[in-house]
């Protein structure tokens, strides 16, 4: 279905450049209403908070149907329907299956329920997203699902700020067993929020990753508006990992507002990072994530505690650096808590540095392939640049951050979703704000059309 109010003008398939849109057109009729259907429910269900036990195994509507679309997915990976398998592709398939083998073999038996579980919830999100996004008009689909659930939660998250009574959760344990309410000090003034989530740091991860998709794949009319609402809601969950990354997500688009004309921005930023990194590192007797840490925090006892998990963390991954811990403890001082609230490092000490290693790989793999795509119509370069910006959001978030449930999956469903930009071929299918008609191009009849780039920046 065609986005109300978000003209596409086809190019005609004689057109070189317009070939992979009319390819994409001639998908069956069923296939593209599955699509339009799957990704928009699976997304809606990651906001609902109900918690449905089966024969023992706790499982959520997002859960249900990850099971329900594993099979059909791996199929779809299988047979190369989703094409040549990229790099990320297959640090993907190891990964999820190094996960679920680590739980096996610390656990044995007991460990398979558990193994099959992180199975699926690190492979289907992802392989969902390539089976069913396959083109900019199915990316806009879902970034405009994604950023209007963030929307409606508004409200609600502003009466949670402001009385500590938390509406959505209250909604739905009316009719189901639902997450429980956790209790948090206030901050500001304010009751962080959770809405519809386990905690009020997975409510400000997840709202805070339509920030930069909402501003570079939605159509420009009143982008800032939509933009400035969605850093309110994600801010109000008033956590440090999630407002370190939506702050580093407004830094790096003020960075290419700022720089628009500039071909070697991104570079440029690069380099200053690299130098940032290096002084640091010369400079302070920390290393420079352990200084980065320090400073993404509310209060210096925060601050402190995630620097012991970080040096902790390391102690437990080296003594048990292939398999990790499973859901055993972890060494740890007295005072601390089991949670270990920095996801890069969790994972790492779960299931093993290869497990560690291949989530940051995926991630670097993504934004590589993207980054370097040549020849791009011009939404899809902007799709990229919101891309890009999000996933590196979700990187900082993690260093003060663990995903776990709706959050980790919707981070894997992303890392899958801009496989499409990697073919895109397209200057035919572009989104504007209004209906721009076609126009004679040569005399041979063919047909080009104008439309107002939706805020794309050239790479």
Known sequence: MIPSGVPIVPVPPAQRMGAEFASTNARPIS?????SMVVPV???????????????????PCRVILICMFLPCVAALVSGRLGRASAADISVVFTASWCALSFVVVHGLDGVEAAGMVLIETLTPYLLARQ?????????AMVRVLVGAVLCMLPFAIIEALTAHNLWLGAFDLIAVTYPDVAKPPRLGLDRVQGPFEHPILFGVVCGAAL??????LKPVGRWFRAGLVFVTASLSLSSGPLAAIGAQAGLM???????????????????????????????????????????????????????????????????????LGY????????????????????????GVPAGLGFLLTLVFVIAAIARRKALSTYANACRTGLIICLIGFFIAGMTVH??????????FLLGSGAWILEDRLTGERFAGRPQPPRPASRSGLLTTRARSPGAMEP
């Open 31 to 35: 296939a593209r209403r599955a699509g």
């Open 403 to 412: 995903f776990w449930n709706a959050t980790f999956v919707l981070l894997m």
């Open 132 to 140: 069913f996004i396959r083109s900019p008009r199915q990316f806009h």
């Open 42 to 60: 699976f997304l809606i269900s990651l906001a609902l908070p109900l918690v449905i036990d089966v024969a023992g195994l706790r499982l959520s």
């Open 212 to 217: 930069a998709l909402g501003v570079y794949a």
């Open 328 to 351: 055993e403890d972890w060494e740890r001082l007295w005072f601390m808590t089991d949670s270990i609230d920095m996801f890069w490092i969790q994972r790492a000490m779960s299931h």
């Open 254 to 324: 003020a960075w290419d507002r700022f720089f628009r004309g500039w071909r070697l921005r991104w570079y440029a930023m690069a380099f200053l990072l690299v130098i940032g990194y290096v002084s640091v590192d010369l400079i302070s007797t920390r290393s420079p994530p352990e200084v980065f840490i320090s400073l993404a925090a509310f209060d210096p006892a925060t601050a402190y505690n995630r620097l012991l998990i970080w040096e902790w963390g390391w102690a437990n991954i080296a003594a048990n650096p292939w398999f990790g």
